[in-house]
């Protein structure tokens, strides 16, 4: 074999070398990338996701407390009518002591 063609072979087998180097680091890199890009995904979902949470218990929290005031204003008003019907009774039972005190 002539020393020309030992030099070509020598080259070509070079630059086969530093191409597949090169794409070594290029795989290297998307792959670094991908893994950025994913983990920066699974950040935004997460923090997305705790955004609908706090959304969600702030709305619940808001229903309950208009329950809760709704639930407190309705006993409030039967207490209030129920006072008002033993205010009501409280004078015929007056009278009905007074009766049999009175007849004993």
Request: with cysteine; proline share 0%.
């Amino acid at each position: 074999m002539s020393l020309e063609a030992i030099q070509t072979i020598t080259g070509a087998e070079q630059a086969v070398r530093e191409q597949k180097a090169r794409a070594a680091d290029e795989a290297k890199r998307i792959v670094a990338e991908a893994e950025r890009a994913g983990r920066q995904l699974v950040a935004d979902a997460r923090a997305q996701a705790e955004e609908t949470v706090k959304a969600m218990l702030a709305e619940a929290e808001a229903r309950a407390g208009e329950h809760s005031a709704q639930t407190l204003g309705d006993s409030a008003a039967q207490c209030e009518s129920l006072k008002q019907a033993a205010r009501g009774r409280l004078e015929q039972a007056a009278g009905l002591i007074v009766g049999r005190v009175g007849n004993s």
